[in-house]
């Protein structure tokens, strides 16, 4: 059952839904019949935002066992996302089965039993020498470095980072028992409203680009703006975390900026690529790692910023 900070954030978050589901409408309005790109678009994304806050909303109902299941799932969508857009050979597919069906569940399982000696080391080490003995062993060494690297890489974002955010739960906090649930709507919420807050504020006054060259809708006007905003909005979340006001606001500014970062890596895979978006899975928002290619990058340091400092 959800405890009194857990109602008063989905409820606030319900709210915000609303008001925005009510402007979004009246916007839609007064664009007339001939719509509006941008509006649509704003429309389509808030519609996503009720979608997602429901999965997350069932799977904090379900506790531990819900939110490992449903960032699981969203590993395996990633994962199969980023392969789809990198090139493999019929000598790569016993390797591809092993990532989906061995080296997920091993990861996801360790952090149920929350052995952390183990699930920190798993895919960074001994899974990263395993992917290039399984395709040395197919013979076929075309392409072999890249193959290697594109899997390796792909595991490193789909699954390990990913699994950073379930693997919150296994943490011993002092004097936050039964609320580690709220650490992940912490960080999926400040990193998130990042992105929003980083687009709103870039469509207002954005002018100077980033990196015209891997994101052109990203500017230094979006950035700072949007940054200084959800580091604000962490700061003011401080009562749902074991952090003080101030340090509230200081994991704040480093997730985002984290997850900024996330983005811009990834928007540069996908250019490479030559893509717009990972997949069509979110209406609005594109694939699975287009909505997570911030969080991905922001969990592991999240997780262990708060392993180190707010620990038992």
Request: positive net charge; hydrophobic residues 60%.
């Amino acid at each position: 059952m959800f405890e009194n900070h857990t109602l008063a954030l989905f409820g606030g978050i319900i709210a915000f839904l609303v008001l925005a589901s009510l402007i979004g409408w009246q916007l839609d309005r007064r664009a007339g019949p001939q719509g509006n790109a941008a509006i649509d678009n704003l429309n389509a994304r808030i519609r996503a935002w009720w979608v997602m806050v429901a999965l997350m909303g069932g799977a904090f109902l379900l506790g531990k066992a819900g939110v490992i299941a449903l960032f699981a799932f969203a590993s395996f969508a990633a994962l199969r996302e980023f392969l789809t857009l990198t090139p493999t050979r019929r000598a790569d597919h016993r390797t591809l089965f092993a990532m989906f069906f061995v080296v997920l569940p091993i990861q996801y399982y360790l952090i149920w039993i929350e052995w952390y000696g183990l699930y920190s080391i798993f895919i960074p080490v001994y899974v990263f020498l395993l992917l290039p003995i399984l395709i040395a062993l197919r013979g076929d060494t075309a392409k072999f470095m890249t193959r290697v690297a594109e899997m390796q890489w792909g595991v490193m974002i789909a699954i390990f980072c990913l699994s950073h955010v379930p693997a919150l739960l296994t943490l011993d906090i002092p004097a936050f028992e039964g609320r580690k649930l709220l650490l992940i709507a912490f960080l999926v919420i400040v990193v998130q409203m990042s992105d929003v807050l980083q687009y709103v504020w870039g469509k207002l006054f954005g002018r100077h680009k980033v990196a015209p060259k891997l994101s052109p809708s990203k500017t230094w006007e979006g950035l700072v703006g949007g940054v200084a905003s959800a580091t604000l909005l962490g700061a003011g979340l401080w009562w749902i975390t074991p952090f003080s006001f101030w340090q509230a606001g200081l994991v704040a500014l480093v997730i985002t900026l984290m997850g900024f970062f996330g983005g811009l890596v990834m928007s540069a895979i996908k250019r490479d690529r030559g893509v717009k978006d990972w997949g069509h899975l979110i209406e609005g928002h594109g694939g699975m790692l287009d909505r997570l290619d911030s969080v991905v990058f922001a969990a592991p340091i999240f997780f262990h910023v708060v392993r180190y400092w707010w620990t038992v």
